[in-house]
Nanobody
Framework: QVQLAESGGGLVQAGGSLRLSCAAS????????MAWFRQAPGKEREFVAA????????GYADSVKGRFTISRDNAKTTVYLQMNSLKPEDTAVYYC??????????WGQGTQVTVSS
């Protein structure tokens, strides 16, 4: 198991930017593919972005494509989510997650992102 801790959330105006970080500990970080998910009030948790173990492959939800960028630094055992051109509908609790197999079974506690209009 790997332990995950998100940071970097906060309140930002529409059009602004935030950078989320997720620090991992407890297991070789490079063994894990990583992803960001989010959950808005009254909605189900949804996929935001994912990155492969090496960082060479990324994927994004259509709703964030072109605005968000996922990256990782295996030496620092950290995954990032750069969020630009934020919209009120991006307001949610953002979670990072890791997997060694087909299932994301390691989750952080989440960080709140609030975008005001």
């Amino acid at each position: 198991q790997v332990q995950l801790a998100e940071s970097g959330g906060g309140l930002v105006q529409a059009g602004g930017s935030l950078r989320l970080s997720c620090a991992a500990s407890g297991h070789p970080f490079s063994n894990y593919a990583m992803a960001w998910f989010r959950q808005a009030p009254g909605k189900e948790r949804e996929f935001v972005a994912a990155i492969s173990r090496s960082g060479g492959t990324t994927g994004y939800a259509d709703s964030v494509k072109g605005r968000f960028t996922i990256s990782r630094d295996n030496a620092k055992t950290t995954v990032y989510l750069q969020m630009n051109s934020l919209k009120p509908e991006d307001t949610a609790v953002y979670y990072c997650a890791g997997r060694r197999t087909s299932t994301y079974d390691n989750w952080g506690q989440g960080t709140q992102v609030t975008v005001s209009s």
